[in-house]
């Protein structure tokens, strides 16, 4: 009988035991994967989700950049406005290759859509493009469709009121192609909001972007209905040649404006990756702290398994075993627990990821559409072999008090 099918063998004696010391490494090691797992998708999240702005620079009022990034993934209210004419000087810059402008309000909304039993106001995101230029700064944006739906188009340049929904939106408004929606707006220097109706002619096909809850209206319109003539929200640019050199040039030139900043959106990924780090190194102490209690829980357990069997360990030194093949023997047992326990909490943190990244989702809202855990196979690797270097550590003690038995003290006590 090999190592291996004996410890398993003396492990399935205890079966409680055993699967209660695998489940505590198997928690361990599926908080550890999780971590991993969220490390990796939020970062892919934030990258993936900048670079669907499409573009690589923002020009916008003086702020706060991070704001400013904010409310480009997802929305918000505390809007600020550039003068228009800082488009068409920088539009002439020979290093800008596309540019496109942005002017994006918050209007009120009557609630309702799927949840028909919410009372009350809510918002929408109206954003007013130039169709054009931003379509070459997007051009994977595509309209819905399917059969008996119609996708529909852009809006022309001079409607008043045809506006374009993005998928979500659409979805959560229960509107087609051809529907009514109504939003309330404020004006600048109004005194109140008025209400105005909008004829939907184009439902986009979901890009897993913050263009699918954004309501799309021409530039010009939105600019009329909140009173901001000749202001826009941001200017998106892609460069000639992007890199750090060309980037400080082009802020250089730029930045004397007086109205205005220039924001990389690489600085902006730094940002959003770092508004996280302490949510990370709390949850990095947590998984610390489940490791730690999983290798008390294994030491405890092996060492009571010795403890218990002290008589049969004297026997087999008695017959002719080694301090080495005991001290395998053990040491064995103590990896086939941690391996167990490792695989299975692999297998719970895979299964579990789906409600994890929900949960990190509310308590993150940071905008982003895309998967916040993302368990690799590399991952999973790396977990598997950190259990069995905890089950190789966790059962030195253990298997070297099991092979310091001398046989006759051994045979003595269990008497």
Not at 117 to 127: K, M, N, Q, Y
Not at 282 to 300: E, P, S
Request: with cysteine.
């Amino acid at each position: 009988m090999t190592y291996t099918a004996f410890a398993w063998k003396n492990l399935k004696r205890r079966p409680v035991r055993t699967l209660l010391t695998a489940g505590g490494v198997a928690l361990a090691v599926a908080v550890a994967v999780s971590l991993g797992g969220f490390n990796l998708g939020y970062k892919q999240a934030i990258f993936s989700s900048i670079e669907q702005l499409g573009f690589q620079v923002m020009v916008m009022a003086k702020g706060c950049p991070y704001e400013a990034a904010t409310m480009m993934l997802k929305g918000g209210t505390g809007l600020l406005y550039l003068p228009e004419n800082a488009y068409h000087q920088i539009r002439s810059d020979p290093d800008v290759e596309e540019i496109t402008p942005i002017f994006i309000g918050i209007a009120e909304k009557e609630a309702g859509g799927i949840d028909e039993e919410t009372s009350g106001s809510a918002f929408t995101i109206l954003s007013g493009v130039d169709v054009p230029s931003f379509r070459v700064m997007k051009p994977w944006l595509s309209f819905a469709a399917g059969p008996g739906f119609d996708g529909g188009r852009w809006f022309s340049e001079d409607a008043a009121d045809e506006i374009v929904m993005g998928f979500e939106v659409a979805e959560y408004e229960q509107r087609k192609v051809g529907d009514t929606f109504y939003a309330s707006i404020a004006a600048a220097g109004a005194a109140e909001a008025r209400m105005h109706e909008f004829r939907v002619v184009g439902v986009l096909a979901r890009s897993g972007s913050q263009d699918d809850g954004t309501v799309f209206l021409p530039l010009r319109t939105a600019q009329r209905l909140f009173g901001r003539a000749d202001e826009l929200t941001i200017i998106g640019i892609k460069l000639r040649e992007f890199n750090a050199a060309r980037m400080r040039e082009f802020e250089g030139r730029w930045m004397s404006i007086p109205e205005v900043q220039v924001v990389s959106l690489e600085q902006v990924k730094g940002a959003l990756v770092s508004l996280v780090g302490t949510a990370q190194t709390m949850v990095a102490a947590v998984a610390v702290i489940a490791v730690v209690v999983a290798v008390i829980g294994v030491v405890n357990a092996i060492l009571m398994s010795v403890y218990e069997r002290i008589g049969e360990i004297g026997i087999m030194k008695a017959v002719g075993a080694t301090r080495r093949q005991v001290f395998r023997l053990v040491w064995t047992e103590t990896l086939l627990v941690c391996l167990l326990g490792g695989i299975s909490g692999c297998i719970l943190a895979t299964l579990g990821s789906g409600a994890t990244d929900i949960a990190l989702r509310r308590v993150l809202d940071i905008g982003v559409t895309q998967r916040l855990v993302s368990i690799t196979t590399p991952l999973i690797a790396g977990a598997i072999l950190g259990a069995t270097l905890l089950g190789l550590l966790a059962g030195i003690w253990p298997a070297c008090r099991a092979a310091g038995l001398r046989p006759v003290e051994a045979i003595r006590t269990n008497e």
